[in-house]
Antibody, heavy 125, light 110 residues
Framework: EVQLVESGGGLVQPGRSLRLSCAASGFTFDDYAMHWVRQAPGKGLEWVSGISWNSGSIGYADSVKGRFTISRDNAKNSLYLQMNSLRAEDTALYYC??????????????????WGQGTLVTVSS | QSVLTQPPSASGTPGQRVTISCSGSSSNIGSNYVYWYQQLPGTAPKLLIYRNNQRPSGVPDRFSGSKSGTSASLAISGLRSEDEADYYCAAWDDSLSGHVFGGGTKLTVL
């Protein structure tokens, strides 16, 4: 059974940093692209970032480009999101999501077939 | 303001057929696949339709997707109370180099 468990969320002041983690199990992690998708309270879904199986294709939403960095450790079956210079508008539930296509070379060809339950990030002074 | 445009709400009675529209542009829906996600209250989104009209295993055939030009639609037939949820369309946008979502449609089963 595919399981994605996010962690690392919490309350942080504007301008500070936070690192989210996603622990994956139930599938061969290093074969699949992974993504972060967020949802502000009461709002819709927003794709944040994605990374291919071998880290060769990485993308970011314009709203986080230059501030957030996605990475993965295939040996640890883990996905990360380093978030710097956080703003109030980054407040959201952050979901980790798996791509269904094996060894996808370009993140734009994929989508999201399994989602974690999310970790809440609140940016406030 | 979302890149893909959906109606904020839709409704129907049990057994009825409802459709939810999703409008985009040549850089997203017009040149890439469309996906649909269902989000039940208080839960994570679930993949409903992929590559315009394909259903993952386990998704009832009451759900169907279609695409024409720069627009797409999700149809739900034989509406049930458990279909009450938020529905989101999504696609890759070549100009933005990112995945984009619609603003979501809240479906109410009357």
């Amino acid at each position: 059974e595919v399981q994605l468990v996010e962690s690392g969320g919490g309350l942080v002041q504007p301008g500070r940093s936070l690192r989210l983690s996603c622990a994956a199990s139930g599938f061969t992690f290093d074969d699949y692209a992974m993504h972060w998708v967020r949802q502000a309270p009461g709002k819709g879904l927003e794709w944040v970032s994605g990374i291919s199986w071998n880290s060769g294709s990485i993308g970011y939403a314009d709203s986080v480009k230059g501030r957030f960095t996605i990475s993965r450790d295939n040996a640890k079956n883990s996905l990360y999101l380093q978030m710097n210079s956080l703003r109030a508008e980054d407040t959201a539930l952050y979901y980790c999501a798996k791509d269904p296509w094996i060894q996808l070379s370009f993140i734009g060809f994929g989508h999201f077939d399994y989602w974690g339950q999310g970790t809440l990030v609140t940016v406030s002074s | 303001q979302s890149v893909l445009t959906q109606p904020p709400s839709a409704s129907g009675t049990p057994g009825q057929r409802v459709t939810i529209s999703c409008s985009g542009s040549s850089s997203n829906i017009g040149s890439n696949y469309v996906y649909w996600y269902q989000q039940l209250p208080g839960t994570a989104p679930k993949l409903l339709i992929y590559r315009n009209n394909q259903r993952p295993s386990g998704v009832p055939d009451r759900f169907s997707g279609s695409k024409s030009g720069t627009s797409a639609s999700l149809a739900i037939s034989g509406l049930r109370s458990e279909d009450e949820a938020d529905y989101y369309c999504a696609a890759w946008d070549d100009s933005l180099s990112g995945h984009v979502f619609g603003g979501g449609t809240k479906l109410t089963v009357l």
